[in-house]
């Protein structure tokens, strides 16, 4: 049982027993001032503004988002990610907006590493689903005898909240010879966000790297489903016809003279 002892200030109480806490007690919270323990009483309503409540509502989205993200590709990573990539990532997502999932393109499950160190000319993916990894010269890092690529490819759905597929292919790059490139296939099908990490990991005759350096994870490529667009054509209204034209429709041609057809393109 933790008995307080309080001296009662002008506008605070102050803790003046052995045992201090700073934090919430039931309705009272604690904190310290210069060096001193305060007490007061905890607010019965917090007010928030429209602005704080988007705000809010915009982190409370991102983060969900963000936790999906990193659900999909926790399992096929083997690189660990650095301690602040969760806050990295939603930071990302915040600053995208709700509708520009595009925008974590480039985004660095380790931030110490890009897989620029090993590819100066970056991977692109086609629109036929095919990861092209161009031909290059390698760079030569010491104590690396071989690279690990991996293309780990996944299919979210953000409006159902849930992964619909999970893809990964992994080749092995000698770079002591040249470097002709590459052609992966990703195959990750279903409704939702395509989203393409690339892995790179150096290893050491078969063993991959301890150092953080030499292991990277990136997401390359983000393909949105395309919401197709309707083309309204517009509608003009009809012209009225005049009295001789309308008879000249009815009846013989030949009895009333002809009026040239009104066409609108």
């Not at 990703?186 to 790179?200: E, N, S």
């Not at 990277?216 to 490529?221: K, P, Q």
Request: with cysteine; glycine share 6%.
């Amino acid at each position: 049982m933790l008995t307080l002892y309080l001296t009662k200030t002008s506008s605070m109480a102050r803790q003046t027993s052995l045992i201090t806490f700073t934090g919430k007690l039931g309705n009272m919270i604690g904190y310290r001032r210069n060096g001193k323990y305060f007490l007061r009483s905890a607010p019965e309503t917090v007010r928030q503004t429209h602005a704080t409540c988007r705000a809010a509502r915009r982190f409370g989205i991102a983060s969900r988002k963000g936790a999906l993200i990193r659900s999909a590709f926790m399992e096929e990573l083997d690189v660990h990610c650095d301690s602040s990539h969760i806050n990295r990532l939603n930071k990302t997502l915040i600053q995208a907006g709700r509708n520009n999932t595009e925008a974590i393109t480039g985004f660095r499950f380790n931030q110490h590493t890009g897989i620029d160190k090993f590819f100066q000319i970056a991977p692109k993916l086609s629109r036929d689903g095919i990861l092209h990894i161009p031909a290059q010269i390698l760079p030569q890092v010491k104590g690396v005898t071989a690279l690990e690529v991996k293309v780990i490819a996944v299919r979210i759905n953000f409006a159902e909240h849930r992964i619909v597929d999970t893809d990964a292919v992994v080749i092995t790059i000698d770079p002591q010879e040249p470097f002709t490139g590459a052609a992966i296939p990703v195959d990750a099908p279903g409704k939702g966000t395509l989203i393409v990490t690339l892995q790179v990991r150096g290893l050491y005759h078969e063993y991959p790297s301890a150092n953080a350096k030499y292991l990277a994870a990136d997401i390359i490529a983000v393909s949105v489903p395309q919401i197709p667009q309707l083309i309204h054509k517009p509608v003009y209204p009809r012209q009225p016809m005049s009295l001789p034209y309308q008879r000249a429709l009815s009846g013989p041609a030949d009895n009333y003279p002809a009026q040239p057809l009104i066409q609108r393109e």
